[in-house]
């Protein structure tokens, strides 16, 4: 298959849909989940033969090279298990009903997905292949813009179905988008606030809508679990990462035990004696209350996904500010969780390097990445070029007496990495035109106040502790919440 190899974006219009239209939609997407569903079983059932084959267990122990995998070419064809096998495969489905509501292009994209998900596990990049349950397959794809799903003259088109598309032509975002070529077409269907909703996302060609012109210059980037610095030539910034996230992942807590309860309530001879779950095939009653509670909960994850994606895309923007090429460590966010536990995954700093690295390139810069290995910024001291580890408790590099804050100071190392390892020369220079800069980030930062509540938190008793836990959940005020919410987040530092 050939795959173009042009740059692409997204643009998403919501669609205009009326009642006949959506029960048709619906109809469609359901065929689409179990066309998905059946391909995948498919998969499943000839990579499993494959693999159980004795040519497999030869090409296995092959040493690696030309003939090994050419032989694994031949077991694919062999145990017809290739992206084509199995577009074949849609195509014999697609006699059932499945036919009268699916088109072969689509069909064939399906295909692709669960033929890309049986080898994402293959690779080790999935633990699992789920099929899909009945509110778990959102989001059917074309393959091109000329047959299948479609966009053309503000509508999309599919089989009979024609929908209107929602554009505001005043936005320059939107009005950008619909001037380049489209690649294909995607259908989303997404609940909002309880209701279906469905929208068009349009795969275009070229670069999205530049909002901000950002400078071509070097910027050194450290994430830490909370905190965020940045520092260019010219600038030095300390911030908390995310911190108006935090408040929601308590309440998320909250509804998950409260659905285990209920769960638990509802289908008590589904588990052990020990609250474990029995093996084998359950049946699961769902009350009202639980459905309830977990819309709840998926509406406050949609929610939290997108206040945080908004906040990522400010904090990205204020990087790339600084400057287009970012130069960071590449953070090992298994380490991270393992000295940091929970406070981090919801902050996503993984997905934070990958917006930051879209948006650069997108804007003629890079992200560039380097093994700490190498670098170990974190210990380095530059004033006696030896490296020495600090505890994550000790936030300040105080070394060679140069008190400055731990994340700039690294995020000052960063921006004189070249080729994967440590400029030193450089260093020592900027050094010079840059202490004072430097130094006013670590101040302004939050650091400071972390000292301030700290001292505090270790005056003040457990109890009034909890007092306060309380108090955040119980306020109502958002501006208030945000401000409770950074106390929060810096007791729990
Ligand atoms: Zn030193």
Not at 36 to 43: K, P, R, V
Not at 105 to 110: E, F, V
Request: hydrophobic share 35%.
């Amino acid at each position: 298959m050939s795959k173009s190899k042009t740059l692409s974006f997204i643009l998403e219009l919501p669609l205009k849909v009326n009642a006949p239209q959506e029960a048709t939609l619906h109809t469609r997407f359901e065929a689409g989940r179990q066309l998905y569903n059946a391909i995948l079983g498919e998969a499943k059932r000839r990579q499993k033969l494959l693999r159980e084959s004795k040519a497999f267990h030869v090409a296995r122990k092959m040493p690696k090279g030309k003939q090994r995998t050419s032989a694994f070419k031949k077991l694919n064809e062999c145990f017809i298990f290739r992206e084509y096998d199995l577009h074949k495969y849609a195509t014999e489905i697609r006699r059932s009903w499945i036919g009268k509501h699916i088109d072969s292009n689509t069909a064939q994209k399906t295909a692709t997905r669960a033929f890309a998900a049986v080898e994402k596990l293959r690779r080790g990049g999935a633990k699992k292949v789920r099929f899909k349950g009945k509110n778990q397959f959102d989001s059917v794809e074309g393959k091109t813009n000329t047959t299948g799903i479609r966009f053309k003259n503000n509508q999309i088109l599919w089989g009979k179905l024609s929908l209107d598309c929602m554009i505001d032509e005043s936005d320059p975002v939107v009005a950008h988008g619909l001037k380049q070529r489209v690649k294909f077409c995607r259908l989303i269907k997404r609940k909002l606030n309880g209701r279906i909703r469905f929208f068009a996302q349009l795969i275009l060609e070229g670069i999205p809508y530049q909002k901000h012109q950002f400078p071509p210059a070097e910027v050194g980037l450290d994430i830490g679990p909370s905190t965020i610095a940045h520092v260019s030539f010219t600038d030095a910034q300390l911030e908390t990462f995310c911190a108006p996230l935090e408040n929601k992942q308590k309440e998320i807590r909250r509804l998950q035990r409260k659905l285990d309860r209920q769960r638990r309530a509802n289908n008590p001879q589904n588990y052990n004696a020990d609250g474990t779950i029995k093996k084998g095939r359950n049946i699961w009653h769902d009350s009202n209350q639980y459905i309830k509670t977990k819309n709840q909960l998926n509406e406050i994850q949609r929610k939290q996904a997108a206040h945080r994606k908004s906040l990522h895309g400010n904090l990205a923007n204020r990087i790339l500010k600084q400057g287009n090429v970012i130069k960071t460590e590449k953070l090992s966010y298994k380490s991270f969780q393992r000295n940091w536990g929970k406070s981090v995954g919801f902050r996503a700093p993984a997905m934070l390097v990958e917006m930051l690295r879209r948006k650069a390139e997108n804007a003629g810069g890079a992200m560039i990445e380097f093994p700490t290995t190498n670098t170990k910024l974190s210990q380095y001291c530059h004033a006696c070029g030896e490296y020495h580890k600090k505890p994550l408790s000790q936030r300040v590099h105080t070394h060679c007496g140069l008190n400055i804050q731990r994340d700039v100071y690294s995020a000052f190392l960063a921006l004189s990495v070249k080729d994967n390892a440590l400029d030193v020369p450089s260093v020592n220079e900027r050094w010079l035109s840059m202490e004072t800069m430097l130094r006013t980030a670590s101040l302004s930062g939050k650091e400071s106040q972390v000292a301030k509540v700290r001292q505090l938190s270790n005056r003040e008793s457990s109890d009034s502790f909890k007092r306060l836990v309380r108090k955040v959940s119980a306020k109502s005020d958002k501006a208030q919440d945000v401000v409770a919410e950074k106390q929060l987040l810096l007791f729990t530092l």
